[in-house]
């Protein structure tokens, strides 16, 4: 006999105040039940045991409750059928399971104003989710930075004043600007160089810079290869190419106030003149062949002889702000177009 026929038999009200009793056997459940609420057909409404009842069970009407009178302490013993008349399936009422959430592929719950679950689509191309102070959002990157749904970032501008070039160590401009310098509180990299550009680059020769702060000390790094560049057979002849031939220019801006400095070399200097002396002058007209004299300079190293590898010679004087560096022939006895050699200056200032 069915839990349904077992009720319909019986001429019970549909409200039993006190339970209607059913055995184990007919009410699907492991043990007796009480029935206290049927509906005009003789489906359970509403029933209490300390069994729940099993899946498939029939004669619990849908949506039928179910309450599990010996359910553990903070645990909910409350089940609802979910399944039908003929065959019931009871799930507890609490904490909702990941599984018993239906979703569109790519959606989120978010909660809205009223506290209400709302669906948010998140799952559009190469966008974020981002929180806007009330409520979170799905919105795509702006102006200069971009992202792939790899999750690859790309950075084209920084407001549109520095480039990625310029954010990868190149100054386009005459001054560095704050764009074009990226700080910390102890170390950073000032993205610029000497200026302005250094004429003694010819089409073959390389001059690179680097300017990088560590706290309040600056320090500036200048590569020369000189391999293309001339020399002339006369004491304090300017080292260079064709025409105005200075390395670079030192700004307190950039640069610091410089205090200490010194010229290494990291390839023997070949053909040219390989006794080189290193001046900084008020100018920046001293030219190629030129007499370093001819202009209001400084002898900042006196070589006092050949360069050689890991050899140091330093400063022993300082350039003032806003002075040109210029190489010199240091004895004057060779002329010639240097087929190898690589020199370096170190300067260092504090801001």
Known sequence: MSLQSKIA????????????????????????I???LVDASGGVLLATGTDVPIDTSSGYAKGCLFIDTDAATGTT????????????????????????????????LLGNAEGVATALN????????????TTITSVALSQDLTITNAGVVTIAKINNLATAA????VCDGNTATAAEIVQSSDISIQNSKMVPAAPITSAAAAV??????????IETIIFIDLTDLKSIATLGDIIGDTGVSYIGQI????????FAGEIGCSEVPVTGDDDIDLYSATENTGAYDGDIASLVETALVDAGGAHAIGTIKPFTAL???DEYLYLTSGNGDTAGTYTAGQIYIKLLGYV
């Not at 399944?83 to 399971?97: D, E, K, P």
């Not at 998140?122 to 102070?133: E, H, M, Q, R, S």
């Not at 307190?252 to 410089?258: D, Y």
Request: charged fraction near 10%.
């Open 319 to 321: 350039p003032i702000a």
């Open 122 to 133: 998140a799952k559009g191309d190469t966008k974020i989710l981002v929180g806007n102070g």
């Open 77 to 108: 013993g409350l089940y609802e059928n979910i399944g039908t008349n003929t065959s019931s399936s009871f799930n507890a009422i609490g904490a909702v399971t990941a599984g018993e959430i239906a979703l569109a592929e790519g959606n989120v």
């Open 9 to 32: 038999s019986s001429p019970l009200p549909a409200i039993i105040l006190d339970g209607s009793p059913v055995t184990a056997a007919v009410s699907g459940a492991a043990s007796a």
């Open 166 to 169: 310029e954010i990868n160590s």
């Open 34 to 36: 009480k029935v206290l």
């Open 251 to 258: 700004t307190a801006a950039i640069n610091g106030t410089i």
């Open 208 to 217: 690179k810079q680097s300017v990088i702060k560590h706290g309040d000390i």
